[in-house]
Each structure stands twice: as C-alpha cells, then as structure tokens.
C-alpha cells in the first residue's frame, strides 16, 4: 500500500528535461511545481535562464502554472514573481490543502493537474492521495533543510523500488 502512494506515475532527471507539448496532449491543464530543489536548488535566490524558458514553453502549451511550498518566505513570492505564476506557501506537504488551494487558483482538478517535485513523502504522497498525475525529478542540489535531509535517508530505502516500478 505504501510504495502504491508513493510511487510517482513518471520520472524525469530535471524539470525542464520534461516537454510541456507532451504534457498538454496528455490532458494536463495545470502544473504543481515543488519549490526547493525542483524549481531551483535549495536557499537559490532565482530561477536560472532555463527553468524561466521551461515555464514560458509551458504556457505557450496552454498549461498553467502553481508553485506549492512548505517555505514560508519572501523568497517563495519572489520565485513566483520572477516566473509570473502564483505561489501557495505555508503549504504542509503532503497535507491536500495546499495543493487544494494551487489547483482552485489554476481553476484545474486533479485528474487535469501534474505535481512535479523531487520528494517521495512530501510532493508525490500529496500529489497521489489527491489523484494528480504524479513526476519525481532528481534534486538539483545536495543541499537542503536539515529535516529534508533525515526525511531523505527513509526515502532512500524506498527510491530505488519506486523508481523500478515507474520503469517497468
């Protein structure tokens, strides 16, 4: 049952490595974006050139976009601002209000909205549990909130198994 809520339907090395075009054929209307270590790396203060491509590509593709963040701080608005797409802070992955809330601002639901993200027991949990079409990227960085990184030693137990199942 477990590995069932937390296996993502698809994995990517990165974001931008996944086509939006591909994406909107397949029914997506909307975009949940984890924040740190998914859209940029953990503590990063913006967006590099290419992740700011990738979300222009995405509305080119007719997909909206939502940032859903545990981080409570300036910085998650400036992210949002930076790329022109509304956050939800203060999130409590994988608490379903969070995304909730990202999915009511996008005007999507869940069978229509992806979550992206680079955690097993935050973002796909979350994302499953409400019927999102769940893809775990690899992070970008090593560096992370000290209880991300406690979080991560149980997920790697799990990763590898999870990982085989999407390939299969």
């Given at each position: 049952?477990?590995?069932?809520?937390?296996?993502?339907?698809?994995?990517?090395?990165?974001?931008?490595?996944?086509?939006?075009a591909q994406l909107a054929s397949g029914g997506i209307?909307?975009?949940?974006?984890?924040?740190?270590?998914?859209?940029?790396?953990?503590?990063?203060?913006?967006?590099a050139a290419d992740v700011v491509a990738w979300v222009?590509?995405?509305?080119?593709?007719?997909?909206?976009?939502?940032?859903?963040?545990?981080?409570?701080?300036?910085?998650?608005?400036?992210?949002?601002?930076?790329?022109?797409?509304?956050?939800?802070?203060?999130?409590?992955?994988?608490?379903?209000?969070?995304?909730?809330?990202?999915?009511?601002?996008?005007?999507?639901?869940?069978?229509?909205?992806?979550?992206?993200?680079?955690?097993?027991?935050?973002?796909?949990?979350?994302?499953?549990?409400?019927?999102?079409?769940?893809?775990?990227?690899?992070?970008?960085?090593?560096?992370?909130?000290?209880?991300?990184?406690?979080?991560?030693?149980?997920?790697?137990?799990?990763?590898?198994?999870?990982?085989?199942?999407?390939?299969?």
């Amino acid at each position: 049952m477990i590995l069932r809520l937390i296996t993502p339907r698809r994995t990517s090395e990165k974001l931008v490595g996944l086509d939006p075009a591909q994406l909107a054929s397949g029914g997506i209307r909307g975009v949940i974006l984890d924040l740190d270590n998914t859209v940029l790396p953990w503590g990063s203060p913006a967006p590099a050139a290419d992740v700011v491509a990738w979300v222009k590509r995405l509305r080119a593709a007719g997909i909206q976009a939502c940032i859903v963040s545990n981080n409570f701080s300036a910085r998650i608005r400036r992210v949002g601002e930076q790329l022109g797409i509304p956050v939800v802070g203060r999130a409590l992955k994988p608490a379903p209000a969070g995304f909730r809330r990202a999915m009511a601002i996008m005007g999507t639901r869940p069978a229509t909205t992806a979550l992206i993200g680079d955690q097993l027991f935050t973002d796909v949990l979350g994302g499953n549990l409400l019927g999102m079409y769940t893809i775990l990227v690899e992070p970008l960085s090593p560096h992370e909130f000290p209880t991300t990184r406690l979080v991560r030693r149980i997920e790697r137990l799990f990763r590898s198994r999870v990982v085989k199942r999407v390939s299969a």
